[in-house]
Every structure is written in C-alpha cells, then in structure tokens.
C-alpha cells in the first residue's frame, strides 16, 4: 500500500502525519506557516479539515468548548475556517515542496469535489463522520487512494460494518484507533485497541491521538502501528480547541526520532544461526580457547585436570576438548600461548 510516494506496512517506518486541524484559526498565513512547521517536525504529510460551513452546518450546532473562540455560533466559527479552492491550491502546492504528502478532510459532499480536483492520495473520515455514515458512501463512490478511518465514536459493529463496505469497494484501508475526548487522558487511551482490531479484522490498524503527550504514539509505534496522526501546534498556550490535545514541535519531532530509531532497531533482525561478521570478531576477541594451566614437557598426557581456558577465542573451542584428551604434547609447551593441533598428536 502507498500514500503518495510512502510505503504503508509492517516492513516500513510507521506513517506520521501532522494534523493542523484549526490550528491556523482562519488564517491562510498561518496555513502555510504550519505546512513550514510540520516539515521541521519530521511529518511524514500535513493535514487539514476542510470545512464548508452551509454544506456542514446549521445554526443549531453547539459549540464543543468555547476556549476564548469570539464567533457568534460554531456556524460562524466553520466560516471563518473555510478556505478557497485557490488557496486550498495553493497549500497543497507548498506541502509538496517542502517534501511532504498533503491531505485534508472533508466534512462535506462539496468539499469533497474540491479536494479530489487537489489530487490527493488518501481520504481521511474524522470519527465523526465515520458515525454519520453519508461521508464514506460518497468518497468511495467519487474518489480513490487510501482510506484513513478514524473509529473514535464507533463501536466494534459499526467498524466492521465500514471495512466490510470498504474492502467491498476494494479500496485500500487503515483504521485509526482514536478516543474522541480533548485531550484524552493517558489512562483512556487503549492504544492496544488497535492491536485487536487488527487481529479482529485483518486491516493495517494505526492510532490517531488526543493526549497532547508523546507516550500514546510511542506506544503504537512499538506495537507496530502503520499510521500515527498526531495534532501540531505551535505552543500549547495557543488559542483553539485543540491546542491541549496537540503536540508542540518539539514534541512531535520527539516521536519521529523515536520512529527512526524504532525501525533501525526492529526491522534489521539478526538469525542467531547467522552471525554478523562483525559478531563474529568479537566473539574472537572475547572469547576464550584451550591451554594448558602451566609449563608442560614433551611427552605430557593431555588430561582435563591440566587444560584450561583462556582468551582469545581464535584456538581450539571447548566443546572439542574431549577429542584432544590422551593426546600427547609433541613439544614443550607453556601455559602463555594457545594449543593448537601441531602440539599434539
């Protein structure tokens, strides 16, 4: 499976992606300035929400906090968040530049069709969406590429229900376990979730984080998440909903390195039966091989009683000592060198 030019699986670096969410609050500088950021962070790809308000919204939906947001009523909020096409464009067109894939999230039929014109290579459903059930039907219907889905509001039924009609569409997936609670204390997290619903439904499984704490991502990392979404922002004292369920740069740069770090020492696995070459010498020099305890005539018995070991291990090894055992010394031998088999016959 791939994500734009990134290999998704168990033999690749878990997937990291920046989610910037609202963190712009409105701001299309601040978009890009997050794009900046999310490159320095070591993210894999960025991610928005694209959100058109009359195609979303009504005057009826409650705010989820309020967080010192000045808008009237969340309608009002989700247009002040929306974007153009051109601007959409246009962030896209520098995620790319600076190296990274670009995704965003429709919460609407239309954004969907402004989106797929961006061309890009997977479709994320928020939980929320996953739960309202219209979103999915028309990605799979409209678009292709991978389909990241978020199950924090769904229960184990309604997931299956969502890869059986995915792989139906056979379309690639990754389901995202996800705790839809800013920020989400440590002890909810269940990152092993994701572990059972691998096993449970034969899916690449990843973890899409609300602890604002690097340990959630770790952990799924370790337990062989192919995908981990994480919120970016700036500072934590930033304005927004989701700055307390985010990571900082610092942070997030954190988990990559930890990535990193994770897949040189996992994926590279040794059989013992076939030693390095470089293990090999040390097991030389560490090692220890047979001796004798002191100075010995010409003539000498080799009995047990009178062999010993010492180091290197570049001589005779231990386990053949009983095949040089009522050998006898063919010359003076002392006890500061190495046996070797022209002492002996």
């Keep these: 499976m791939r994500i734009g030019n990134k290999k998704i699986g168990p033999r690749e670096p878990c997937f990291l992606i920046a989610e910037i969410a609202q963190a712009h609050n409105g701001s299309i500088t601040a978009a890009h300035q997050y794009i900046d950021l999310a490159a320095k962070s070591g993210a894999d790809a960025v991610k928005f929400q694209t959100h058109i308000a009359h195609a979303e919204s009504t005057l009826d939906e409650p705010f989820r906090t309020q967080n010192g947001v000045r808008d009237r009523s969340r309608y009002a909020y989700w247009r002040r968040m929306e974007f153009s096409f051109k601007q959409w464009s246009g962030l896209a067109r520098h995620a790319r530049q600076k190296g990274l894939i670009f995704l965003s999230s429709p919460f609407s039929d239309e954004a969907v069709d402004m989106l797929r014109k961006l061309g890009q290579p997977a479709w994320k459903i928020g939980s929320g969406e996953a739960v309202s059930g219209q979103l999915l039907d028309i990605i799979l219907k409209k678009t292709a590429g991978v389909i990241l889905l978020s199950t924090g509001m769904s229960s184990f039924a309604e997931i299956k229900k969502m890869v059986k009609k995915v792989t139906k569409a056979r379309r690639k ?84 390195k930890f990535r ?77 060198t190495l046996l070797t088999k022209k002492d002996f016959k």
């Design 173 to 256: 997936l990754v389901l995202l376990h996800c705790v839809s609670e800013y920020p989400t204390p440590l002890k909810n997290t269940g990152v092993n979730i994701m572990t059972i619903l691998q096993k449970m439904l034969k899916v690449p499984c990843g973890l899409s984080d609300h602890s604002g704490t690097v340990f959630p991502a770790i952990g799924a990392i370790v337990l062989g998440a192919n995908v981990v979404e994480l919120h970016l922002v700036k500072a934590r004292s930033s304005r927004g909903f989701d700055a307390s369920s985010s990571l900082t740069p610092k942070e997030f740069l954190q988990v990559r």
């Design 260 to 336: 990193d770090a994770w897949f040189t020492m996992s994926n590279k696995q040794k059989e013992k039966k076939k030693l390095s070459k470089k293990i090999k010498k040390m097991r030389k020099i560490f090692g220890k091989s047979l001796t004798l305890k002191k100075f010995y005539p010409i003539g000498t018995i080799l009995s047990r009683e009178i062999l010993t070991l010492k180091k290197p291990g570049t001589g005779i090894p231990f386990y053949k000592i009983k095949s040089i055992i009522g050998k006898k010394l063919i010359k003076n031998k002392s006890e500061k």
